[in-house]
Structure formats: structure tokens, C-alpha cells
């Protein structure tokens, strides 16, 4: 049987945007009553990824010098990621509650009848998501509310995206590198049903 663990897509995605992505999982792991002693200080990684930032935005000016302090600091970082990504696979040994909560992806195991309550993927352009949601039994429509973290980091607050009567729809106008935040809840005939728990995704 193949063990949920967090993954290392983060490896492949551009320099530009992994501090967006690394500061994702630092807010998801900060105060996690899951994960309490790191094998490298959160303090240690966000300083990191603060450095990261700068060496990004020096090498705007197009200098060779810059541009590989740049490189290098990509490399530092993401490899300080990936012994992360080793920490909490060891400590949540396969808990898939645990790995969601870390804030990596997950690489779950196929369970077609089990499939995920709430799911996102690239949508059909740049800047656009595709969200998609397992059926509530008596649900007429279904509600989905969103929240997303700038490139700069800066988190929005949740609030009302659209209402429909499909279990999936199209988010578009996303800024590329952004994450976006999805949750859901049905509307039956008793009333609206309790938000399922959020996914969220790095947008391309």
C-alpha cells in the first residue's frame, strides 16, 4: 500500500514564486500543535526565505553577480525545504490530517471511492483554477467561498466567491504565483451544510 506523504513539486516551480510558496507553509507550521521540535528552527527558514527575496529582487537589475547570488540563495533554501519536507513525513508518518496541515502538497494513495471532498487543479489558462467538489446528497447548489495570498504574501480574507448548482466550477483572474484558498458547503433543503475543510493551490 503506497504511504500519503508530502511531496517536493515545489522544486519545479520558478525561483520567482517559491518564496510565495515557502512562506505558505511557514504560516501553516507556525503554532501547529502537530509540529512543535523542527529539526531547523521556523525562525532559521523564515529568515531564509527573507534573503531569498532580496537576492530576487537584486537580480532584477540583470547582473550576472546578482543573478547567481540568486541561484544560490534558491538552492540553500530549497534544500533547507526539502529536509522540511523529510521532518514532517517523518513525524506525520502517513496521517494524511497531519500532512494537509503542514501546508506541502500531498501525494495521496488512489482510493477511487474515497475520493477528495474538495480538490483544486490548474485551470484551462494561466491565472485560473479549476476547483471540484464530491456531491452532497439533496444539495440543490453549492456554495464556494475563497481566499488567496498575494505574491508578496499577503493573505486576504474569506469571503463569498459565487454560488452554483454544479459541483465544480472555473476561478479565473488569479495572479500567477498566488495561492488561492477554496472551501465549500452545500445548500439542501434544511439549509446550508457545514465548509468542508480548504484546500489550497499554488497558481500557474
Known amino acids: 500500500m503506497k504511504i500519503i506523504k508530502a511531496v517536493l513539486d515545489f522544486v519545479s516551480i520558478p525561483i520567482k514564486t517559491k518564496p510565495t510558496f515557502f512562506k505558505n507553509v511557514l504560516a501553516h507550521l507556525t503554532d501547529n500543535?502537530?509540529?512543535i521540535n523542527f529539526d531547523?528552527?521556523?525562525s532559521t527558514l523564515r529568515l531564509a526565505v527573507e534573503n531569498l527575496e532580496l537576492a530576487i529582487?537584486?537580480?532584477?537589475?540583470g547582473s550576472h553577480t546578482a543573478k547567481s547570488a540568486m541561484h544560490d540563495s534558491d538552492i540553500a533554501v530549497t534544500l533547507m525545504f526539502k529536509h522540511l519536507v523529510?521532518?514532517?513525513n517523518r513525524i506525520a508518518n502517513g496521517d494524511e490530517t497531519k500532512l494537509l496541515s503542514s501546508g506541502f502538497n500531498v501525494s495521496g494513495?488512489?482510493?477511487?471511492r474515497n475520493k477528495a471532498e474538495l480538490a483544486i487543479k490548474d485551470g484551462p489558462h494561466s491565472g485560473s483554477a479549476k476547483v471540484v467538489r464530491r456531491l452532497?446528497?439533496?444539495a440543490g447548489a453549492y456554495r464556494w467561498d475563497i481566499r488567496v495570498i498575494t505574491k508578496a504574501g499577503l493573505k486576504g480574507d474569506w469571503g463569498?466567491?459565487?454560488i452554483t448548482t454544479q459541483s465544480s466550477i472555473i476561478i479565473e483572474g488569479l495572479e500567477t504565483?498566488?495561492?488561492l484558498e477554496v472551501k465549500s458547503a452545500g445548500v439542501t433543503p434544511v439549509g446550508i451544510t457545514d465548509f468542508c475543510a480548504s484546500v489550497s493551490k499554488l497558481i500557474n
Open 33 to 35: 500543535p502537530y509540529f
Open 40 to 42: 531547523v528552527p521556523l
Open 57 to 61: 529582487l537584486a537580480a532584477e537589475d
Open 86 to 88: 523529510g521532518y514532517v
Open 109 to 112: 494513495q488512489p482510493a477511487p
Open 136 to 138: 452532497i446528497p439533496k
Open 160 to 162: 463569498l466567491y459565487t
Open 177 to 179: 504565483g498566488s495561492i
